[in-house]
Nanobody
């Protein structure tokens, strides 16, 4: 069975850094894209960053230049390095796997992820 397990969430002061990790089940990890979504209380879940099987990355405008997504297929792990954190980054972050995406007309479009992690809380204090 496919499982995604996130780790690395926690409390950090504004301007600080945090690194999230997502360990995925074997064969699924290398298939299609993986990414990170987040959902703050009272808000819709949004895509934060995605990385394709070939290493192409996409980021939400709000995190561009601050966050970096990467993947290690040999370790079946995807990471999200978050720098210069802001209070608005506070949310539950979810790892997602098995989706496809591409940039068209300047916008990133993707299919609904098939698998999700349980979520990890990230809280940024002001």
């Amino acid at each position: 069975q496919v499982q995604l397990v996130e780790s690395g969430g926690g409390l950090v002061q504004a301007g600080g850094s945090l690194r999230l990790s997502c360990a995925a089940s074997g064969s699924i990890f290398s298939r299609n894209a993986m990414g990170w979504f987040r959902q703050a209380p009272g808000k819709q879940r949004e895509l934060v960053a995605a990385v394709s099987s070939g290493g192409t990355t996409n980021y939400a405008d709000s995190v561009e230049g601050r966050f970096t997504i990467s993947r290690d297929n040999a370790k079946n792990t995807v990471y999200l390095q978050m720098n210069s954190l802001k209070p608005e980054d506070t949310a539950v972050y979810y790892c997602a796997a098995s989706f496809s995406g591409g940039t068209y007309s300047g916008k990133y479009h993707y299919t609904p992820p098939r698998y999700w992690g349980q979520g990890t809380q990230v809280t940024v204090s002001s």
